[in-house]
């Protein structure tokens, strides 16, 4: 059974991590400057849409690196549940949002179990003992 080559985990990875970073950026700066975005013309930022986006494009960079490498290369679970953890929380506070409580601390305690998981699958990767 083929799998993925090791240079293309290491850019899922690394394509995770920054994915999981804008997010976290994007909760936090957002709220302190949504009154200058309309009058500098890019209002567009904070919008839904592009929140939901950035979700679902650190979600299936996620799996495409995630399960390949669990399945095929070093078979820790941990990397998986960190990564499923951080979506949750991230969800969470996406549906908070919704209701009284802030989303803010949510997002940034998912992307930082976002972050963690593929530094850790990254780490695994790199010291596969199947792969030798």
Known sequence: MK?????????????????????????VVMPLIVGSLAAAGIGWLHNEA?????????LTIGLRALLPAFRHRHGKKR?????????ASILLGRLAQHGSLPDTPFVMFGAVLIISAHAMNHYFCARCQRCG
């Open 3 to 27: 799998t993925a080559p090791e240079t293309s985990i290491k850019h899922l990875d690394g394509a995770g991590m920054a994915a999981s970073a804008l997010c976290a950026v994007h909760c």
């Open 50 to 58: 592009l929140e939901w986006l950035i979700l679902g494009s650190s």
């Open 79 to 87: 990397c998986l549940w960190l990564f499923s953890g951080g979506m």
